[in-house]
């Protein structure tokens, strides 16, 4: 049973261009969802969250986007630079699990192109 | 400020034999956790750990045992590996609820059975 979704195993977008990766979850414990970023040969690392009683987040050029209702958050870029092609991963936490573990997507390998 | 250290980054076992995957981390987190991550997946959680002397089976636990003797590390043991366990093993340290739930991950060993 996949709880997290990435449905878009890649997407190719042009420097400068606006990045959309989306997400869909099933668990409606979830309160709590992340996005991870990994390059080639590293561990994948914290990019942006956001709680629940947000529907929206916000950092320098990254965006996340939760609408609770449809189960669905999206990552935006803008502007997207070469720097960002990686895989992304979206995580998700729900409150009553024990040592609020994570539950990760399959990854969107996002390719920015010169 | 090394965060979290895995060793060896690759390794090739025949199968049928044993090996160690070792973790440590230097953040005093008390939360951590064994991922692996299979070709065009997410990462699938094998073990956690809440704090030392306490473990828990993840989604994937099957081969696999931890143990959890100080904070700082958190070990990996396979037991008879066998080919199905080809994958790429991230360990993982967290703060806890409701500080954050970003994960700080490790660079990952990269394991092949033949």
């Known amino acids: 049973d996949q709880q997290v979704k990435q449905n878009s195993p890649s997407l190719s977008v042009q420097e400068g261009r606006i990045s959309i990766l989306n997400c869909d979850y099933t668990n409606s414990m979830f309160d709590y969802f992340l996005w991870y970023k990994k390059y080639p040969a590293e561990g994948p690392t914290f990019l942006i969250s956001i709680s629940s009683i947000k529907d929206k987040n916000e950092d320098g050029r990254f965006t996340v986007f939760l609408n609770k209702s449809a189960k669905h958050l999206s990552l935006h870029i803008v502007p997207s630079q070469p720097g960002d092609s990686a895989v992304y991963f979206c995580?998700?936490?729900?409150?009553?699990?024990?040592?609020?573990?994570?539950?990760f997507g399959e990854g969107t390998q996002l390719t920015v192109n010169p | 400020n090394a965060g979290v250290t895995q060793t060896p980054k690759f390794r090739i076992l025949k199968i049928g034999q044993s090996m160690t995957l070792q973790c440590t981390q230097d953040?005093?987190?008390?939360?951590m956790y064994w991922y692996r991550q299979d070709p065009g997946m997410g990462l699938k959680l094998i073990y956690y750990s809440v704090g030392a002397g306490i473990t828990d089976k993840g989604e994937v636990p099957n081969g696999y045992n931890v143990s959890r003797s100080t904070t700082e590390d958190f070990p990996l043991r396979l037991e008879l590996a066998a080919p199905s366990q080809t994958s790429v093993y991230f360990c993982?340290?967290?703060?806890?609820?409701?500080?954050?739930?970003?994960?700080?991950f490790g660079q990952g060993t990269r394991l092949t059975v033949v």
């Open positions: 993982a340290s967290s703060e806890t609820r409701p500080k954050t739930l970003e994960a700080f």
């Open positions: 953040m005093n987190h008390n939360y």
């Open positions: 995580a998700a936490s729900a409150q009553e699990t024990s040592g609020s573990r994570l539950t």
